[in-house]
T-cell receptor, first 114, second 113 residues
């Protein structure tokens, strides 16, 4: 079945430093799935951060970027300079073939320290 | 903005007891979902619904029932709670298949003792 893998469970980054959160996917039911990053801030529900529906394209939001790499089956999340307010849990996800559900990675907890 | 409200925010239940988690959305979305999250795992789909009075099984439905009595309300029912069902539960809604953004509630932390 479809799956999403985030290799880092927790990441700590100093403020103003760069960030990369890795995401790889396996989509057995559909060739080129739609890909998403969701974010969960403390005490809140998950919310959409960005999405990309076309292979090879880049999505961006709030200073974060992610490029849909179909050759590497990856969708890594990057930010050039993080802030304390970016501390949250980040989830990579793909839309399954039926589009009736999303498949999520396990989440990466980001802590940005002064 | 889409509003999805879950209740309770947290709950402690005893093994073998019945637990009902509630979800209410106010935006006329057709689709509603229940996910659970365990430490080190992604969100896993338990049940979902695309119309009132009908529910569908997700990837891990065993031990759970769902109820969608109206478009706005979607409940998750644990008839006989077990230790393994300790987790954080998220409800989400979505306008329709053509709209892929899910709108999530803030979660219910369930502890089964």
């Amino acid at each position: 079945g479809d799956s999403v893998t985030q290799t880092e469970g927790q990441v700590t980054v100093s403020e103003s430093k760069s960030l990369i959160i890795n995401c790889t996917y396996s989509a057995t039911s559909i060739g080129y799935p739609n890909l998403f990053w969701y974010v969960r801030y403390p005490g809140e529900g998950l919310q959409l951060l960005l999405k990309v529906i076309t292979a090879g394209q880049k999505g961006s939001s709030r200073g974060f970027e992610a490029t849909y790499n179909k050759e590497a089956t990856s969708f890594h999340l990057q930010k050039a300079s993080v802030q304390e307010s970016d501390s949250a849990v980040y989830y990579c996800a793909l839309a399954s073939s039926s589009f009736s559900k999303l498949v999520f990675g396990q989440g990466t907890s980001l802590s940005v320290v002064p | 903005e889409a509003a999805v409200t879950q209740s309770p925010r947290s709950k402690v239940a005893v093994t073998g007891g019945k637990v009902t988690l509630s979800c209410h959305q106010t935006n006329n979305h057709d689709y509603m979902y229940w996910y659970r999250q365990d430490t080190g795992h992604g969100l896993r789909l338990i049940h979902y619904s695309y119309v009132a009075d009908s529910t569908e099984k997700g990837d891990i439905p065993d031990g759970y029932k769902a109820s969608r009595p109206s478009q706005e309300n979607f409940s998750l029912i644990l008839e006989l709670a077990s230790l393994s069902q300790t987790a954080v539960y998220f409800c989400a809604s979505r306008p329709g298949l053509s709209a892929e953004t899910l709108y999530f509630g803030s979660g219910t932390r369930l502890t089964v003792l």
